[in-house]
C-alpha cells in the first residue's frame, strides 16, 4: 500500500482581488509514493511543489480530492488527530526554522516535549538523534553558532524526534553551498536507508535528484505533467514542459541563446544526439558520419550521471551535402534521439 496517496487533490487560492479567478496552486494531482521511496518534486517556481507538501502535512486544506497517509485520509480529519498524524511526519525547510535562542539539545527535543514524552526518554533519544547526525559535540551550541549544514542537520534530528515514517524536504539544500550540500544528502540517504523512512524531497537541484531520488514527478501550472523513474523522466522525458525543465537541469542540452552563438561560432548543421546507457555506442554515430563523407565536430556536450547510468547530449557541426547529411541522420535517428536545431 502507498505510503501517501493522493487522488484528484486540488488547492485554490481566493483572488487577490475578489472578483477575479481563483489561483489554483495544485491542480488535479494523482500521484503514489511508496514506502521506502525518495520521491523528488521538481518544477519551475510557482509550480505547485510547496503547496502539495503542505497539503500532505495537512498545514493547509486541499479544496477536493483524496490524500491518504499511511491508509488514512486526511483531509476529513479532525485538528486534534491531525496532530496525531502529524508527529508521523517529519519536515526540513531551507532555512532550517530552528530556534536561536534554544540550544541544539533543546531544538532536537522541542517536537517530543510538544508530544508530552516523559523527560528522561527525551533524553536517551535525543542522545541517540545527535549521534546518528554526526553532532554529539554541539549539544549545548546555539544555532547562531553552527555552519549552514550543522543546522541542517540539527533540522533532520529534530525531524527525526517523534520517529516519522515520512520526511517532507522543501528545498533542503538550496542554502548551502556544493560541499554541505552534499554532506546533508549523504545524511538523508542513511536516514532512508538506515532508518526505512520514506522522503519526499522538493528541489530545483538536479544534485538532489541525481544523489538520493528514486522517483520524481514534474510539477508545472499546479499539475504533475510527468513522473516515474528518475532515469527515465531525466534522459528521455516526454512532455514537451517537463522537456523544457530537464534541459535546464541536465547537463550537455544548449539552451536557446547558446545554440545561437554555436551557429555563428560553426559552419554547417548544429545537430544534438543524446544518448542513454544501453543504447548504441557514440562511437557508432561518429562512424556513421564518417561512413557518408561528412566532416564533423564537437561543439557542446555534457554527461549526466543518474545512480550509476549515464545518460547524455552531444551537439556537433556537421558539414557536407544536405542530402548526404539527411541520409546519414536518417540512420542514426533510428537508433538514437536526434534534434538538429531549426
Ligand atoms: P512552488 O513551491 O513550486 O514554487 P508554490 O506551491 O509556492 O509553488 O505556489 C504555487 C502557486 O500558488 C503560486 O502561483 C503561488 O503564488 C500560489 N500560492 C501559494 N501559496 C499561496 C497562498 N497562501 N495564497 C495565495 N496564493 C498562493
Redesign the pocket.
Known sequence: MALVALRNVRKA?PSPDRNGDP?V?VDDVSLDVEPGDVYGII?Y???????LVRLVNALEPATSGSIRVDGREITTLPERELRTMRLGIGMIFQQFNLFNSKTVRANIAYPLTVAGTPKSEIATRVDELLDFVGLADKARSHPDQLSGGQKQRVGIARALATSPRLLLADEATSALDPETTHEVLELLKRVNRELGITIIV?THEMDVIQSIATKVAV?DGGRVIENGDVFEVFSNPQNPSSQRFVATVVKGIPSPAELAVLRERHEGRIVTISFRDGDVSQASVFVELANAGLEFELVYGGVNDIQGRAFGHLTLAVRGPDAAIDAALAIIGARVDVTEAA
Open positions: 487560492y489561483i496552486a518544477g517556481s510557482g509550480a505547485g511543489k510547496s503547496t522538493i510539477m
